[in-house]
């Protein structure tokens, strides 16, 4: 079974333009996370989609930070306009069934997007 | 809101020594705990997950114990290796509807061989 992947791996920008970054979860998985680890600091929680339905939108810093997720499958994070203090690490994590306990909890993480805005 | 701390920040062990790395949250309330390891410049691997239920789980040379009560893990390395080598981060997933995940900073660890 395929791992939760990311891409792209490294997205280096200049202050003001615009990247998307994309989660693909593990097929069948309802939720959806993000993540963002900044220099120094421990990861924190963005969102989290129950298939294509935001559940929890607490953690997003502002609104230049727009998540999707289309048809409840892989998941884009646009930041638009960029600035230096996104620079980070983007972390999505996927597991099975809104609701459900036990292992249905346990969140698989992709290897991360590593984001430079110049 | 919930706190995770983890303690120590680094720890450096030799080979072979077995080892205890720390955990604490401040909001008792939760689905379950997580121990997740990093290597440099990777994603997250999940290592034991206890649920709110459990005491402890047990996987190869790992141990992690949960103390709901007073709020606390412990996550044992027995007989460490150099593959050991890692961050360590605690993450805590609060009850009360969401599925929100509280991380703590993390323990790097270095085992020298």
């Known amino acids: 079974e395929a791992g939760v992947t990311q891409f792209p791996s490294h997205s280096v920008i200049e202050k003001g333009q615009t990247v998307t970054l994309r989660c693909d979860p593990i097929?069948?998985?309802?939720?959806l996370y993000w993540y963002r680890r900044v220099m120094g600091k421990e990861i924190k929680f963005l969102l989290h989609?129950?298939?294509?339905?935001?559940?929890?939108e607490s953690g997003m810093p502002n609104n230049r930070f727009l998540a999707e997720r289309t048809g409840g499958t892989y998941s884009t994070l646009k930041v638009q306009p960029a600035e230096l203090e996104d620079s980070g690490v983007y972390f999505c994590?996927?597991?099975?069934?809104?609701?459900?306990?036990?292992?249905?909890?346990?969140?698989?993480f992709g290897p991360g997007t590593r984001l430079t805005v110049l | 809101k919930q706190e995770v701390t983890q303690i120590p920040a680094a720890l450096s062990v030799p080979e072979g020594e077995n080892l205890v790395l720390n955990c604490s949250f401040t909001?008792?309330?939760?689905?379950?705990l997580q121990w997740f390891r990093q290597d440099p410049g990777k994603g997250l691997t999940s290592l034991l997950l206890?649920?709110?239920?459990?005491r402890e789980q047990t996987s190869g040379r790992l141990n992690a114990s949960l103390d709901k009560s007073s709020g606390r893990s412990t996550l044992y390395i027995a007989a460490s290796q150099p593959g050991d080598s890692a961050t360590y981060l605690c993450?805590?997933?609060?009850?009360?509807?969401?599925?929100?995940?509280?991380f703590g900073t993390g323990t790097k660890l270095q085992v020298i061989p």
């Open positions: 994590a996927s597991s099975h069934q809104w609701g459900r306990r036990g292992a249905y909890n346990e969140q698989f």
């Open positions: 097929s069948g998985h309802d939720n």
């Open positions: 989609f129950v298939k294509e339905s935001k559940q929890d």
């Open positions: 909001d008792s309330a939760i689905y379950n």
């Open positions: 206890i649920q709110s239920s459990q």
């Open positions: 993450a805590v997933m609060n009850s009360g509807g969401y599925q929100k995940v509280t």
